[in-house]
């Protein structure tokens, strides 16, 4: 069994409770137009190419597909690309990289315990992403095998059985509501928000620990208008708003894609 991971992160204290590590699962069903990791959005890995890391050797020209030209400077086409890594292997600087790889379900545990030393008694694992329902299957059986807190980070965008499941794997849920107007949230992350709310039902009776997230981005969820529906929505569940994160354009470059907000 593998799970399709683009990052892990250790020592983290803003992903749940206490000191977590984070394992960013690769796969979304959303396309957020502020989203700050979109080298989650395939489930399958793509290439990122840091231009300023770049010295033009042609390293990488060891491809036999022709993912890279040269013509005054480093052209890359994705659709191309058959995942071999051989210019990956060949890139002197590690300009070139993978969005993401698979991992064996022995090596993930392997990785929870060289850090649970750190855990204390309420630290443990979170699943992010992307999204990591759409990987829950494998999750589910991973987290028969983790004996620390497990936490998941998701938008709720799953049907209402993997999400059920879900929460029976898991001590603590962070879910993202963004958008309270299904007009508005179709709009601005290409899905209806019905199955979202349904699932936040789920949540709500469920009585786990959990916290409802909304990033703040300007003139899109920091409306009051948006802001005063979510309230309404959520209730008296905690709330966290997130600020919007400025790095975000920069990742899109990485992967020859253009950020839509300005």
């Not at 593998?2 to 690769?26: E, M, Y």
């Not at 300009?95 to 090596?107: D, L, N, P």
């Not at 799953?158 to 309270?180: P, R």
């Amino acid at each position: 069994m593998k799970i399709a991971i683009s990052n892990i992160q250790n020592f983290c204290v803003h992903d749940g409770p206490g000191i977590r590590t984070v394992f960013f699962l690769s796969g979304c069903p959303l396309r957020c137009k502020w989203c700050h990791n979109p080298e989650t959005w395939e489930s399958s890995p793509s290439i990122a190419f840091e231009k300023e890391r770049c010295i033009l050797c042609k390293g990488c020209n060891v491809c036999s597909q022709g993912v890279h030209t040269f013509r005054g400077e480093h052209l890359i086409n994705r659709s191309l690309c058959k995942r071999c890594g051989r210019c990956i292997e060949n890139c002197p600087t590690k300009a070139i990289s993978f969005t993401a790889r698979e991992y064996e379900e022995r090596e993930i545990l392997e990785i929870i315990d060289k850090q649970s030393a750190f855990f204390g008694d309420v630290g443990g694992v979170t699943f992010s992403g992307g999204e990591p329902l759409t990987q829950w299957e494998r999750v589910s059986r991973l987290c028969k095998n983790i004996s620390v807190s497990k936490a998941v980070e998701t938008c709720g965008y799953t049907g209402s059985e993997t999400f059920k499941k879900m929460l029976s794997d898991v001590d603590y849920v962070m879910m993202d509501i963004k958008l309270y107007d299904e007009s508005q949230h179709i709009k601005y992350t290409g899905v209806s928000n019905k199955p979202i709310l349904e699932n936040l039902k789920l949540l709500k009776e469920s009585g786990i620990d959990c916290c409802i997230r909304t990033p703040l981005i300007p003139g899109i969820t920091d409306t009051e208008e948006n802001l005063s529906g979510i309230q309404g929505i959520i209730g008296d569940l905690p709330w966290e708003k997130l600020p919007y994160n400025a790095i975000t354009p920069q990742k899109y470059e990485r992967l020859g894609m253009t950020f839509s907000l300005s």
